[in-house]
């Protein structure tokens, strides 16, 4: 069964680096998503992205985030200088269309020292 | 404002025990209704949705689910539960508002079965 998958699994930087997240969503599916979950809070959505642009974001993502589909397979999340409060588990997710089920990748725990 | 709520935040239950977890939400238009589950260690799996039709689903593992629309209730039910159950559940809801597809998450909730 396919699978979204993401790396690195752990991610440790040093507040004001730059990380890059990668996710490879299900080859046939065309909107793709970010959540985050920071420990002991709810799973929070950041953006969705569909024919290589944003169509919905959230308030949480303001300029540090990016996202892009550099090729046909990947999918990243970049922040540009990691805050302390940027600390949380990333789950990339992808779905076939609109209205499908969003499946969601085992996520990054990124931890901003 | 939109939003989700899972009203049991930490359940402990012996094996075989009943299971119901709750879940509202708050707006008047169309919903997609999802449980997620995610195991100690794992990534968030889908157990079951509703989109229309029947109010009642069955998901994956004895897992079901009902709708209630006048409630603004999608509650999730196994009739006996199996320590393997040992999990997180998230309710998530998508508000079909144009086109919006992101899922709005509950805060979860914690479940511990007891051998």
């Known amino acids: 069964e396919p699978e979204v998958t993401q790396t690195p699994s752990h991610q440790v930087t040093q507040m004001g680096q730059e990380v890059i997240l990668r996710c490879v969503p299900i080859?046939?599916?065309?909107?793709f998503y970010w959540y985050r979950q920071i420990l002991g809070q709810k799973v929070e959505f950041l953006v969705s992205f569909y024919n290589n642009e944003i169509s919905e974001k959230s308030e949480i993502f303001d300029d540090q985030f990016s996202v892009e589909r550099p090729d046909g397979s990947n999918f990243t999340l970049k922040i540009r200088s990691t805050k302390l409060e940027d600390s949380a588990m990333y789950f990339c997710?992808?779905?076939?269309?609109?209205?499908?089920?969003?499946?969601f990748g085992p996520g990054t725990r990124l931890t901003v020292l | 404002a939109q939003s989700v709520s899972q009203h049991n935040h930490h359940v402990i239950l012996s094996e075989a025990a009943s299971l119901e977890l709750g879940c509202n939400y708050s707006y008047g238009g169309t919903v997609n209704l999802f449980w997620y589950v995610q195991y100690p260690g794992q990534h968030l799996q889908l157990l079951l949705k509703y989109f229309s039709g029947d109010p009642l689903v069955k998901g994956i593992k004895g897992f079901e689910a009902e709708f209630i629309k006048s409630k603004f209730s999608f509650n999730l039910r196994k009739p006996s539960v199996q320590w393997s159950d040992t999990a997180e559940y998230f309710c998530a809801v998508k508000f079909r508002a144009g086109t919006a597809s992101k899922l709005t998450f509950g805060t979860g909730t914690r479940l511990q079965v007891t051998l």
């Open positions: 080859s046939n599916h065309l909107y």
């Open positions: 997710a992808s779905g076939a269309d609109l209205t499908d089920t969003q499946y």
